[in-house]
């Protein structure tokens, strides 16, 4: 268990409506990610945060910004949802240090726009 | 760019019998590597990791991986399977920078029968 958690775990939502996701994490890790998984294609990082307020994208960042006003918490957002964004996001955590330099997940999110 | 190829969508194995998953990457030097899996509606568990040293590594519920750099694979394997290990499996790489982002495969479906 890495101590994350995302909210909501399920939502519905409609085209061209924002939408917000949450993760939260209680260790105190520097870097956090967010990855869409979708079937064929595996993983794919939309953006991900070294610090508070510092974030980079990923290789699906299109459509999605992202926000980090504390260490704790890493925000998503579809600013204008679209069908093509119907995913499971993972949010996730970099141990770092020895030999734990290694990311570990959150239990998703299923996102379903209609 | 790193990518990695999961060679194999499917595989259907006999419970008892042993499982090789493949796994190839592309990239300019030695990466980080991984092996996640990941149950139906689940998270991303972590199997295995290879970082440096030896290129046979050990990980949880009696899977293991080799690490061969002339070939650029890191393939996983269990020699003896059980109807538990039904799921999806993830190979992953990481570069070996500050940012650490993952790159996944596409994914292979194990099928255990009885």
């Known amino acids: 268990d890495a101590g994350i958690t995302q909210s909501p775990r399920h939502k519905v939502t409609e085209t061209g409506t924002p939408v917000t996701l949450r993760c939260h994490q209680t260790e105190n890790h520097r870097y956090m990610y967010w990855y869409r998984q979708d079937p064929g294609h595996g993983l794919r990082l939309i953006h991900y945060?070294?610090?508070?307020?510092?974030?980079d994208k990923g290789e699906v960042s299109d459509g999605y910004s992202v926000s980090r006003s504390k260490t704790e918490d890493f925000l998503l957002t579809l600013e204008s949802a679209t069908s093509s964004q119907t995913s499971v996001y993972f949010c996730?955590?970099?141990?770092?240090?020895?030999?734990?330099?290694?990311?570990?997940f959150g239990p998703g999110t299923r996102l379903l726009v209609l | 760019a790193q990518s990695v190829t999961q060679p194999d969508i499917h595989i259907t194995v006999s419970e008892g019998a042993s499982l090789e998953l493949r796994c190839n990457y592309s990239y300019g030097a030695t990466p980080y590597l991984f092996w996640y899996v990941q149950s139906p509606g689940q998270g991303l568990q972590l199997l295995l990791k290879?970082?440096?040293?030896?290129?046979l590594v050990q990980g949880i519920k009696g899977f293991e991986a080799e690490f061969k750099r002339s070939q650029s694979s890191f393939n996983l394997r269990k020699p003896s399977v059980h109807w538990s290990d039904a799921a999806e499996y993830f190979c992953?790489?990481?570069?070996?920078?500050?940012?650490?982002?993952?790159?996944f495969g596409a994914g292979t479906t194990v099928t255990v029968r009885a």
């Open positions: 290879y970082f440096s040293g030896d290129t």
């Open positions: 945060s070294y610090g508070v307020k510092d974030t």
């Open positions: 996730a955590i970099k141990r770092t240090g020895g030999a734990e330099e290694t990311q570990y």
């Open positions: 992953a790489v990481a570069s070996r920078s500050n940012d650490y982002k993952l790159s």
